[in-house]
């Protein structure tokens, strides 16, 4: 079992930066995968960015790729989303999760556990 909390969301300008953090509870973080994944209002889950149990590889979605960046702490059981260039597309609520396999996953069902999600809003 994994608990995960997100923090760091807030409202920012078109062109900030935000950095989003992703708490886990328990002693196994590193074996598991984490994934960013992203809602807007009356718009499905989409995923944002993953990366390996030791981050060694990382992937992302075609809209934030060269803006956003995922890595881990894993002595401090925390996943991390820097986000750069932002625009009010961004817009959403943001989410991390915790994937048990090695394969890389970009859909949400993939992922076992959730966070509550941390909301980010891009004014223009």
């Not at 820097?82 to 394969?103: F, G, H, W």
Request: charged content about 20%; aromatic content about 10%.
């Amino acid at each position: 079992q994994v608990q995960l909390v997100e923090s760091g969301g807030g409202l920012v300008q078109a062109g900030d930066s935000l950095r989003l953090s992703c708490a886990a509870s328990g002693r196994t973080f590193s074996s598991y995968a984490m994934g960013w994944f992203r809602q807007a209002p009356g718009k499905e889950r989409e995923f944002v960015a993953r990366i390996s149990r030791v981050g060694g590889s990382t992937n992302y979605a075609d809209s934030v790729k060269d803006r956003f960046t995922i890595s881990r702490d894993n002595a401090k059981n925390t996943v991390y989303l820097q986000m750069n260039s932002l625009k009010p597309e961004d817009t959403a609520i943001y989410y991390c999760a915790a994937d048990r396999t090695p394969v890389v996953h970009t859909t949400p069902r993939a992922y076992d556990y959730w966070g509550q999600g941390t909301q980010v809003t891009v004014s223009s």
